[in-house]
């Protein structure tokens, strides 16, 4: 009896495994769809191996499509229009296109897999973007969990970006974790300063990329990103601006500010940043130092939940309620907001309810 049911463990361990072997075999052959063609703008072929999704393959080719979220498909930043080829559309894509986006053929490159000839659309500008060897020179602990990370580009090289822009950053293989993953990272030097950017990064418990950039990078540690990327930059207009910030948000933020004292601004500025309790407050003297350089500039730390030790005598609560007093003109100011997704809701809701229009406020969302 023991002997029989030995056996047919075996028999059906047997055919699981023998199963196991056509399945990567079949795998193999029905998944192979040979090399495939992009067509890009209608000028340009490239070829690649079909099976990997769109972002991917044009990666392969030193063709960077914004992907802030790394190609997890939960961004909705690597849009790009294919007037063939692609498939059908993914219910995974849906949620991030428009309906103008849908009817116009847009799709989400890291949700196409390449498994024909496709023939794709994209801006021009992309071409710009690069992919940029570095080493790090600087790592400076801002808080107990932002540090600000100092590359400078290898063999001379310059980037050259608009001050609020983004890079991403790719991380390596670290402690069990195999795979590099890429994640969008505000540059937060100016852009006067070519041969190498500034980046400050928060440590995300159990992240991918912050654990590695917090636990595992060094000074003189070599690093590869990609950029610049982003639509988040001061708009040359005349309009009062009211900057929002929390955490490392402030990062764009600091660029913005650290050009316009190379280039001088008149405009009324109003800088709002959100932090919870006094160690969480970072290069507050910087900021505060803004004042003495342009005519017209407050910057307001506003703490959420001050500790008693804090002896903290600023602003308290949310960063909403002081709005008011900063807005002279809502039709006639633009607001600059930076940080976590609920932050930015808030305040875009408060903004509106003042009466700034939807349209003159800016923010980039580090969800
Ligand atoms: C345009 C843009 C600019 C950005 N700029 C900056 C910047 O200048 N500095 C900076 O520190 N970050 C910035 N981010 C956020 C950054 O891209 C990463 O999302 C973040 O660092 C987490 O990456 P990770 O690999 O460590 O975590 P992951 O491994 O991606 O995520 C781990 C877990 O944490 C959650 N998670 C992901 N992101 C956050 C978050 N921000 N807060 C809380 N939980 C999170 C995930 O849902 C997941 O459960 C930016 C994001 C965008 C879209
Ligand atoms: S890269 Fe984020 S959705 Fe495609």
Redesign the pocket.
């Known amino acids: 009896m023991f002997g029989t049911i030995i056996k047919d463990i075996a028999v059906l361990a047997g055919i699981s495994g023998i199963l196991a072997i056509l399945l990567v075999i079949a795998e193999r052959f029905l998944n192979d769809y040979g090399d495939c063609r992009i067509n890009i703008n209608g000028k340009r072929d490239i070829t690649i191996k079909g099976g990997n999704n769109l972002l991917a393959s044009l990666g392969e080719k030193e063709i960077f499509l914004p992907s ?3 190609g997890r498909g939960s ?1 909705g930043t690597c849009k790009c229009k294919i007037t063939e080829g692609g498939g059908p559309l993914l219910p995974t894509e849906k949620p991030f296109l428009s309906k103008a986006e849908l009817e116009d053929s847009i799709r989400l490159a890291c949700q196409v897999k390449v498994k024909t000839d496709v023939f794709i659309q994209i801006p021009e500008s992309i071409f710009n973007i690069r992919k940029y060897t570095s080493t790090i020179t600087e790592i400076i602990d801002y808080t107990y969990d932002i540090k600000g990370i100092t590359f400078k580009l290898e063999d001379g090289e310059e980037i050259d970006f608009k001050a609020g822009q ?1 890079v991403q950053l790719i991380s390596e293989p670290y402690a069990k974790m195999k795979q590099r ?1 890429s ?4 540059i ?1 030097s100016k852009p006067e300063d070519r041969n190498s950017i500034q ?4 440590l ?8 590695w950039v917090h636990n595992y990078l060094k000074v003189g540690d070599r690093v590869n990103f990609t950029g610049p990327y ?1 639509d ?1 930059y001061l708009r040359d207009t005349n309009a009062d601006i009211i900057f929002v910030a929390g ?3 402030k ?2 933020i600091k660029s913005i500010l650290e050009h316009l004292a190379v280039v001088g601004i008149e405009r009324k500025m109003t800088y709002f940043f959100g932090a919870r309790t006094l160690k969480d407050l970072y290069l507050t003297d910087e900021m505060k130092a803004f004042e003495k350089i342009f005519p017209d500039f407050r910057y307001e730390p506003v703490l959420s939940q001050p500790e008693s030790g804090d002896g903290w005598q600023g602003k308290t609560g949310y960063v909403m309620p002081y709005f008011k007093d900063a807005i002279r003109d809502p039709k006639n100011t633009e607001a600059y907001l930076c940080g ?1 997704p609920g932050m930015i809701n808030a305040v875009c809701n408060a903004l509106t309810d003042l009466g700034v229009a939807k349209e003159k406020i800016y923010y ?4």
């Open positions: 802030a979220c790394g961004c983004y993953v994640r969008a990272y505000s937060s980046l400050i990064i928060r995300v418990p159990e992240g991918i990329c912050t654990t982003g988040f955490g490392s948000g990062a764009p976590s980039d969302s580090f969800g």
